[in-house]
């Protein structure tokens, strides 16, 4: 279950002689098959905002009893995300991101657990990917279950609410907010788009703070850290519980658990390596020092 608020986590100082870690954790993974865990700071370089990151604005995320909580609220909702997602889908992976597909393919990294919905992982050419808490790219119907894209949606949006995005685009700058929304206010005029197949409540297949992620989701998820030799934790505060499960599990079974992360983690302390600083720093130094020792 994630969380219902937070504030930014505390700003600190970054890790002196970032290539110098870097060759230092390339050489503890080096030979152990190791699964990612990805948090918010992974993709904060592409340009989609956090909540935990040091220096972040302090944010009330969106929660399951708010979204189910009125048709008003929805109403409000769907207007934010029909900008905001579409912030979200422009985003390109960053080195990071890029880093972590390369040793997939290089056979070092066997998989990503990822909290970001945001989809970054499967462009830069990542395969085996768990998106623990959904993805903006998907919208269910909360009353018969039927799946479609955002794409879809989006066209369906456009076609209720002709002209909303240029009036409300031509009024200024839009904040970004995370989890594909924005920030919005005269809301008032957007019109909503019901399930076309049962006329059900529609929402973004994103696991909302306060909502539990899928049991079969986790299973899958402790199953690939069963088969891990090693789990890296990237960009990840580990302030959601969802994710920090699975950093206590590793520690239980003897799995030795790095973590790459600016600022804190509530897993330092079970951590062989820990390294404060930016993930699309450290990881593509990870791979040059691969590269290097098997050249």
Same mark, same amino acid.
């Given at each position: 279950?994630?969380?219902?608020?937070?504030?930014?986590?505390? %700003?600190?100082?970054?890790?002196?002689?970032?290539?110098?870690?870097?060759?230092?954790?390339?050489?503890? +993974?080096?030979?152990?098959?190791?699964?990612?865990?990805?948090?918010?700071?992974?993709?904060?370089?592409?340009?989609?905002?956090?909540?935990?990151?040091?220096?972040?604005?302090?944010?009330?995320?969106?929660?399951?009893?708010? $979204?189910?909580?009125?048709?008003?609220?929805?109403?409000?909702?769907?207007?934010?995300?029909?900008?905001?997602?579409?912030?979200?889908?422009?985003?390109?992976?960053?080195?990071?991101?890029?880093?972590?597909? %390369?040793?997939?393919?290089?056979?070092?990294?066997?998989?990503?657990?990822?909290?970001?919905?945001?989809?970054?992982?499967?462009?830069?050419?990542?395969?085996?990917?768990?998106?623990?808490?959904?993805?903006?790219?998907?919208?269910?119907?909360?009353?018969?279950?039927?799946?479609?894209?955002?794409?879809?949606?989006?066209?369906?949006?456009?076609?209720?609410?002709?002209?909303?995005?240029?009036?409300?685009?031509?009024?200024?700058?839009?904040?970004?907010?995370?989890?594909?929304?924005?920030?919005?206010?005269?809301?008032?005029? $957007?019109?909503?788009?019901?399930?076309?197949?049962?006329?059900?409540?529609?929402?973004?297949?994103?696991?909302?703070?306060?909502?539990?992620?899928?049991?079969?989701?986790?299973?899958?998820?402790?199953?690939?850290?069963?088969?891990?030799?090693? +789990?890296?934790?990237?960009?990840?505060? +580990?302030?959601?519980?969802?994710?920090?499960?699975?950093?206590?599990?590793?520690?239980?079974?003897?799995?030795?658990?790095?973590?790459?992360?600016?600022?804190?983690?509530?897993?330092?302390?079970?951590?062989?390596?820990?390294?404060?600083?930016?993930?699309?720093?450290?990881?593509?130094?990870?791979?040059? %020092?691969?590269?290097?020792?098997? %050249?």
């Amino acid at each position: 279950m994630r969380p219902t608020a937070w504030e930014p986590a505390e %700003a600190t100082s970054p890790d002196p002689d970032p290539q110098g870690r870097a060759a230092e954790l390339a050489g503890f +993974l080096d030979g152990r098959r190791t699964l990612a865990l990805t948090g918010a700071g992974l993709s904060t370089p592409s340009g989609i905002p956090d909540y935990r990151s040091p220096g972040a604005p302090p944010r009330t995320p969106m929660t399951i009893q708010m $979204f189910l909580g009125s048709a008003e609220f929805r109403r409000h909702y769907w207007a934010r995300n029909h900008l905001g997602w579409r912030h979200m889908d422009a985003a390109h992976p960053n080195a990071a991101h890029r880093a972590l597909a %390369a040793m997939e393919s290089s056979g070092l990294v066997t998989g990503v657990i990822t909290q970001n919905v945001d989809m970054l992982h499967m462009k830069a050419g990542s395969r085996r990917v768990i998106d623990l808490h959904g993805s903006y790219g998907r919208v269910i119907c909360l009353d018969c279950g039927h799946r479609l894209s955002r794409y879809t949606l989006h066209r369906e949006l456009e076609a209720a609410n002709t002209g909303f995005s240029d009036r409300v685009v031509g009024r200024g700058a839009i904040e970004v907010a995370p989890d594909a929304d924005a920030v919005l206010t005269d809301t008032a005029e $957007f019109v909503v788009v019901d399930c076309p197949r049962c006329g059900g409540i529609l929402k973004p297949d994103i696991v909302y703070f306060g909502e539990a992620v899928a049991k079969d989701v986790v299973d899958q998820a402790f199953a690939m850290v069963d088969a891990a030799d090693a +789990l890296l934790v990237a960009g990840s505060s +580990l302030t959601v519980m969802s994710g920090l499960r699975f950093v206590r599990h590793a520690a239980r079974i003897g799995t030795p658990v790095a973590i790459v992360n600016r600022g804190a983690t509530r897993g330092d302390s079970l951590a062989a390596i820990k390294i404060d600083h930016r993930c699309e720093v450290i990881l593509p130094g990870v791979t040059r %020092a691969l590269s290097q020792d098997s %050249a």
